[in-house]
């Protein structure tokens, strides 16, 4: 099967986080609308759009189940039903302050460390629904890039279809493309005071899951149902 789902957190739709994020990388995941233009000087629009590519393809998220294929058998209506089921019995957990660093050659917004609650949030994600995913296939192992893996990531790999998950992961939201030094420095100087006055004026919450559907191979991810936690 070519379509993918994937469980994510996206802010509310039209929310100011949500603003920032579909702005900065020039898609409505929603709606497939155009969202406000991105005010940064320092950094023209062509050149943003040029290394936010496959950002904006995914969409403004945070990665709680990575893209994965139904098992056989499977129905979306199922991964909906199971979904919901398991947004009720978690409850919402404050990611605020983001802070934007590198992670790797990306420019993303981080939760500080150790943040045991989105990480428990996560696991229960991957760990819950991970009957419905269908295992990788040979070619989509090889994608991972195993031999750039240690041991447990490996492990992880084969277990859950991704490796970076359970104690592995890290809660955050991507940016950028893969980037050099100098336009990191100059997306960071771009976003920074717009992310700060966001901690300060309205913290953020993972407060709902959200599921994405990639269509076909390389098509841009939808914004499928936002279930509230808790609800």
Not at 61 to 74: D, E, N, Y
Not at 126 to 140: A, K, M, W
Request: aromatic share 8%; net charge neutral; glycine share 4%.
């Amino acid at each position: 099967m070519s379509t993918r789902h994937a469980i994510y957190y996206a802010p509310a739709h039209s929310s100011p986080w949500w603003t920032f994020g579909a702005s900065w990388l020039g898609r409505d995941e929603s709606h497939d609308g155009t969202p406000p233009e991105f005010a940064a000087p320092m950094l023209p629009a062509a050149e943003r759009h040029h290394i936010t590519t496959q950002a904006r393809r995914y969409g403004f998220h945070a990665t709680l189940k990575a893209p994965f294929s139904l098992r056989a058998g499977v129905t979306p209506a199922e991964l909906l039903a199971r979904t919901r089921s398991l947004a009720q019995r978690l409850r919402p957990v404050t990611l605020s302050p983001l802070q934007v660093r590198r992670l790797g050659p990306y420019v993303v917004l981080v939760t500080p460390d150790h943040h045991t609650a989105a990480s428990d949030l996560a696991s229960a994600c991957v760990i819950e629904l991970d009957d419905l995913r269908q295992p990788l296939t040979p070619d989509e192992l090889a994608r991972r890039r195993p031999d750039t893996l240690d041991a447990r990531e490996l492990e992880l790999l084969h277990r859950y279809g991704y490796p970076h998950v359970l104690e592995r992961f890290r809660c955050h939201f991507t940016l950028t493309d893969p980037v050099n030094k100098v336009q990191a420095a100059q997306v960071t100087e771009a976003v920074s005071s717009q992310v700060d006055r966001l901690n300060a004026q309205t913290p953020l919450t993972l407060d709902r899951l959200c599921i994405f559907e990639e269509p076909a191979p390389g098509q841009p991810f939808h914004r499928l149902h936002d279930l509230v936690l808790g609800a």
